[in-house]
């Protein structure tokens, strides 16, 4: 008995590599990029004194992204909406003035610090999130992970059971494309994923005061294409499980490490370069960066068109390599039915 499930287990790989690849996983993600500590804060410093504030601007963990003389402190809120520094420094008063980008709670905790221990000497204001409220950048997070989980588990599931079921093979007898089964398949679960999006964001308003200060329209095109990606990730992992177990194996090695290493959790500037990247490839990471910046700092296209451009050919390749492999799991089916 215990050679014959040695023999099954070989032949099973989701589950050797559920027992082998998701230990090293969560020993790398949790040894790397387990951590809060902000190793670095970007920084731009305007105004009239722009210059001569940079050189006193040596502590080890700022760096000086941009200095213009010539802007004010409108530019520099301007910067910070659009995620291109984590504070700004504002010259050109008695003293100046350091605007923190609350959205980036453990980078704004670190500025903190350094501010605190500058005591009187400055000025300083947090903006986009005052009261350095985790749930204001948890939600927008969250949006995400809801849309995910959707994509992955239960569109993968839906479908490895209709095939179980006979379903699949009917409708390879159709005269229908492989696209449009895929399409009419995965509708209902985009209806019910836009709506998910909704209450969530309606709720997350309403219980924990999380702002929304940017487009409608920008967040619903991001939520489209976003969802629209991961259905198709959905749909990939279908055509090469057999049954649901196999599907929900494919489905967490797949969503863990988008929950870990997409800044929802751990910020992806606290983590090791090697670790970082692979949160860079991370459909979910985008999203985040997407939402985060229209409901908590009001951004706009401007300043959000690289992560949805990102998302777009994340959605492109995916979907597209999806159908592929559903066509070529039905079209074997197609020759036995004629």
């Known amino acids: 008995m215990i050679l014959k499930e040695f023999r099954e287990l070989r032949r099973d790989r989701r ?56 802007a004010d402190r409108a530019d520099a809120v ?40 500058l005591g009187d000497r400055v000025d300083s204001e947090i903006l986009f999130n005052p009261g350095l409220d985790t749930s204001w950048v948890m939600v927008p997070a969250l949006i995400g992970l809801i849309l995910t989980f959707i994509g992955t588990i239960i569109t993968s599931i839906g479908m490895v059971k209709e095939r179980a079921a006979g379903t699949l093979e009917q409708l390879a007898v159709m005269p229908l494309r492989p696209m449009d089964v895929i399409v009419g398949k995965i509708a209902p679960y985009f209806l019910l994923a836009a709506i998910d999006m909704v209450l969530v964001t309606v709720l997350g308003r309403a219980l924990f005061g999380v702002p929304f200060r940017g487009s409608v329209w920008l967040f619903a ?3 489209a294409i976003f969802l629209f990606l991961v259905l198709g990730i959905g749909v990939l992992i279908s055509t090469v499980s057999q049954n649901a177990g196999q599907a929900i194996q494919t489905a967490i090695l797949v969503l863990l ?40 700092r009001g951004a706009g296209l401007d300043s959000l068109w690289l992560p949805l451009v990102v998302l777009t050919g994340m959605a492109a390749a995916v979907f597209g390599l999806a159908i592929w492999r559903f066509r070529a799991s039905i079209t074997p089916r197609r020759a036995v039915a004629r």
């Open 221 to 223: 095109l991001a939520g």
């Open 78 to 117: 301007a910067d910070l909406a659009a995620n291109r520094a984590d504070l700004a420094v504002v010259t050109g008063g008695s003293v100046p003035e350091v605007l923190i980008d609350g959205s980036n709670i453990f980078a704004a905790q670190s500025a903190n610090v350094l501010v605190a221990q």
């Open 257 to 296: 490490p988008q929950i870990l290493l997409s800044g929802m959790i751990f910020p992806l500037d606290a983590m090791a370069g090697g670790v970082r990247w692979i949160g860079y490839c991370l459909p979910l990471t985008y999203f985040i960066q997407v939402s985060q910046g229209v409901m908590v």
């Open 15 to 70: 589950t050797v590599a559920m027992l082998v690849v998701l230990p090293l996983l969560l020993l790398t993600i949790f040894g790397f990029a387990a951590t809060f500590t902000v190793d670095h804060l970007s920084v731009v410093v305007v105004g009239p004194g722009a210059e001569q504030a940079e050189q006193f601007l040596t502590a080890d963990v700022l760096r000086v992204e941009d200095v213009r003389p010539d």
